[in-house]
């Protein structure tokens, strides 16, 4: 157990459909960052939240959205879903703003759309 | 921006030596290595911070040379638990200051 949890770890869903992932980070990370994993494109950056904030953008779709609260969790909001959608996403924590710690993952979410 | 790394895959026997290059085209502050095995989430390896800065995990080390804006993690006498896809993630000057991007990975695969 890492310490980072997300939920839930497997979701199907049916195309046009509105889905919600969650994250709590470990105790004591205030940075929340959200990635997306398919197989030909690695990693794919989200975005990040520090402490409540907004604080980086990556690719992330217009569809989708994010949020942190106050008591550090986040979720990840994916809308009218696509077949395209359909990936791994991870949830990972870190003490401050991350470029000089390492961060712990949780286990992710595997999201199918049928 | 997205780091790139060489090679993409790669096998070993048990007990051999693997280098595992990751480059970038801008400035880099830190260069972080992690593993993931199939399935699994990735792990934190380890962090390069400083210009020809070296660190080691086990039989796991690597380097960063911030001027050519590169870092390599090596493997030595590697074990079956060492298999895995391995991406470098880097974190650049400015901005956020916080998000890492990741490299597409390079796959090892150790056999007996």
């Known amino acids: 157990d890492s310490g980072v949890t997300q939920t839930p770890k497997h979701l199907i869903t049916a195309t046009g459909q509105r889905v919600t992932l969650r994250c709590s980070p470990r105790?004591?990370?205030?940075?929340v960052y959200w990635y997306q994993q398919s197989l030909d494109q690695g990693l794919q950056f989200l975005i990040q939240?520090?402490?409540?904030?907004?604080?980086a953008k990556g690719n992330i779709l217009e569809r989708f959205s994010a949020q942190q609260f106050p008591d550090l969790h986040s979720e990840l909001n994916l809308s009218s879903l696509e077949l395209g959608d359909s990936a791994l996403y991870f949830c990972?924590?870190?003490?401050?703003?991350?470029?000089?710690?390492?961060?712990?993952f949780g286990s992710g979410t595997r999201l199918t759309v049928v | 921006q997205q780091p790139v790394q060489s090679p993409q895959a790669v096998i070993l026997r048990e007990g051999e030596d693997a280098v595992i290059n990751c480059s970038s085209s801008?400035?880099?502050?830190?260069v972080h290595w992690y593993r993931q095995k199939h399935g699994e989430a990735p792990v934190f390896l380890m962090i390069?911070?400083?210009?020809?800065e070296q660190k080691g995990h086990e039989k796991i080390s690597a380097s960063f040379n911030e001027k050519k804006q590169q870092s390599s993690l090596y493997l030595t006498a590697s074990q079956l638990s060492y298999s895995g896809t391995y991406f470098c993630?880097?974190?650049?000057?400015?901005?956020?200051?916080?998000?890492?991007?990741f490299g597409k990975g390079t796959k090892l695969s150790v056999k007996p």
């Open positions: 801008k400035a880099l502050y830190s």
């Open positions: 993630g880097t974190a650049g000057y400015g901005g956020s200051q916080g998000n890492l991007i």
């Open positions: 939240y520090y402490n409540g904030e907004e604080r």
């Open positions: 105790s004591g990370d205030l940075s």
């Open positions: 390069l911070l400083k210009g020809g």
């Open positions: 990972a924590s870190s003490p401050s703003q991350g470029r000089s710690n390492g961060y712990t």
